[in-house]
Each structure stands twice: as structure tokens, then as C-alpha cells.
Nanobody, 127 residues
Framework: QVQLVESGGGLVQTGDFLKLACVLS????????MAWFRQAPGKEREFVAS??????????LYADSVKGRFTISRDNAKSTVYLHINSTKPEDTAVYYC??????????????????WGQGTQVTVSS
């Protein structure tokens, strides 16, 4: 069974940098398409970024709202996916969820494409 454990969330100020990490265990990390979603208070869960399995080129995809500020990356040796957040904004405040999709050749950008979820990590950006 796949388990995903996120870390790196917390309270930061507007304009700060934040790095989230997520470790996958239980299966071969390199075969999974990885992604981050987030859910702000009172809003629906939304896609943030995805990265294909390395064998498919490690291509990345971003939501328009985070393009240019967020970077998703993966380290197969550590079974870890990262989300780098630059120039944080109050609207980035949300619970961030790490996800894994078994179809490594495609992006995991919709809720229905997610096979596994992490427990979430809270990110709060103060103004």
C-alpha cells in the first residue's frame, strides 16, 4: 500500500520562500506521476502542479495561478517530490496535499486521476 507523508508546511510572511516535501513508501516511486493539490478555507480542492514519472521525461504542469512562482521536482533516489514556493502570497494559504497517480505517463491534474493522497500540510501566509 502506498503511503505519502508531507512535511515543510508552516507559517510564513508574504514574500517568503517555502519548500514542501513528500515521501512515498510502499511502492516504486519512479513509476508514479506525482502532484500537489491544495484546499483553502471555504474553497474546493484545486490542482497546483504535477510531474510525470521520470521515465516519461519528468515533464511538469502548473496551474495558471501558480505558474512562475511554484516549482515541482522529484528525487527518485529519495522517493521524494518537492514543491518550491517563491514569493508567497496570502492567497497561497491552504492545506497542501501530495498525491500519486499510478499512470506515470500522464499528469495527475484532476481529482479523479489521483490514486493516493497524503494527509496534508498546512501553509499559512501572513500579510
Amino acid at each position: 500500500q502506498v503511503q505519502l507523508v508531507e512535511s515543510g508546511g508552516g507559517l510564513v510572511q508574504t514574500g517568503d520562500f517555502l519548500k514542501l516535501a513528500c515521501v512515498l513508501s510502499g511502492r516504486t516511486f519512479s513509476t508514479y506521476s506525482m502532484a500537489w493539490f491544495r484546499q483553502a478555507p471555504g474553497k474546493e480542492r484545486e490542482f497546483v502542479a504535477s510531474i510525470k514519472a521520470t521515465g516519461k521525461g519528468g515533464e511538469t504542469l502548473y496551474a495558471d495561478s501558480v505558474k512562475g512562482r511554484f516549482t515541482i521536482s522529484r528525487d527518485n533516489a529519495k522517493s521524494t517530490v518537492y514543491l518550491h514556493i517563491n514569493s508567497t502570497k496570502p492567497e497561497d494559504t491552504a492545506v497542501y496535499y501530495c498525491t500519486a497517480g499510478a499512470r506515470g505517463w500522464r499528469f495527475t491534474s484532476r481529482l479523479a486521476e489521483v490514486d493516493y493522497w497524503g494527509q496534508g500540510t498546512q501553509v499559512t501566509v501572513s500579510s
